[in-house]
């Protein structure tokens, strides 16, 4: 399989937050993800808003991207040093 598009890594950002609603519709997602599906908009909101600002030495979030668009995240846990 040949890769066409590159994929980026980048920080989340708060104007990510209208991907991250449109994927809380979809119930293919939400069941894969442990997510309720058709969560309200400001709850979602608030979660997202959380993941963007909350600051951990031991967790990193960031994004990927492909094509400019985002298109799921990841997330480093239990960081300790270099590790």
Known sequence: MVLREQIKIRPIT????DT???GSRDPVFCSANGWELNQSPEKLCRWWEN???RKKEDFLRMGLEAEGKL???LDLAC???NS
Do not use: A, H, P, S
């Not at 708060?14 to 937050?17: C, G, I, P, R, Y």
């Open 14 to 17: 708060l104007q990510d937050f």
């Open 20 to 22: 991250v609603f449109k």
């Open 51 to 53: 993941c963007v600002n």
């Open 71 to 73: 298109i799921g995240y």
């Open 79 to 81: 960081i300790k040093e």
